[in-house]
């Protein structure tokens, strides 16, 4: 589906972590002067047609809200990232894969639509004003790298219901909210998509959440998301080889 241009962002007010370290006479310049483009993306495949990345020196999208799944496929295995409010995206990088060794390619998916603000060179010449801005922004895309990582090393449990509890509680810490139910995950994940997520087939992952929606570990939301129950596991391999009420 098409992207639809629609007015602009103002980029510290939509996302004040990101002027966490500015002095007050800094923020007020950095709300002024940070203005971007915004990028509006309906549910669906996103095919990314925007000239940004064609001029050196422009930075990225960066997630205002809405989320999207960047699905990487290896011949008949794919392997799916979810994507935020507060992610920095550059999907001209990296789209090499079919010269490589290993071929791949990647796809992109809007679940929610999404607001994107459009970081180009020009907003690139005013951020560099202010130096613990583009900071945060880069240690935005190190956090997507050691995210994966541990979606990798969370991939690698023998156990499936564990791989998925472990996974939704680190999704729920980066963009969840604590209610008086439980924590509420907002991302609308389909079982093919978490089935991305773990490393496995989507009918597994069925049986798997079924198992775990029986254990009074997680509850699926009308509106598409999920509710984790109890507290975060910790070690979630443990948790669930313990009786059901540790979970609690």
Request: charged share 25%; glycine share 10%.
């Amino acid at each position: 589906m098409p992207a639809v241009p629609q007015d602009v962002v103002r980029v510290v007010a939509e996302d004040s972590r990101l002027a966490a370290h500015l002095t007050a006479e800094e923020l007020a310049a950095a709300t002024q002067h940070l203005v971007a483009a915004a990028l509006r993306l309906p549910e669906g495949e996103w095919r990314v047609d925007h000239p940004l990345g064609s001029t050196p020196g422009d930075l990225g999208f960066l997630v205002v809200d809405g989320s999207l799944c960047r699905d990487v496929r290896v011949g008949r295995h794919v392997c799916a990232e979810l994507l935020g409010p507060g992610d920095v995206l550059r999907p001209w990088d990296g789209n090499d894969g079919l010269e490589g060794p290993i071929r791949h390619d990647a796809a992109w998916r809007v679940l929610q639509p999404a607001r994107l603000a459009v970081l180009d060179v020009h907003f690139a010449a005013a951020a560099g004003r202010f130096p613990p801005f583009v900071a945060e922004l880069m240690s935005r895309t190190l956090r997507r790298s050691r995210d994966l990582a541990v979606l990798l090393a969370i991939g690698s449990m023998p156990r499936l219901d564990a791989r998925l509890l472990a996974a939704l509680w680190h999704l729920a810490d980066r963009w969840g909210r604590v209610g008086h139910d439980g924590t509420l995950l907002p991302l609308r994940l389909t079982h093919e998509t978490l089935a991305g997520v773990v490393g496995a087939q989507r009918p597994s992952v069925t049986t798997a959440l079924r198992a775990l929606e029986r254990r009074g570990a997680v509850r699926r939301e009308a509106g598409g998301g999920w509710l984790l129950l109890g507290d975060p596991p910790g070690d979630a391999e443990r948790a669930l080889a313990e009786p059901a009420h540790a979970l609690r």
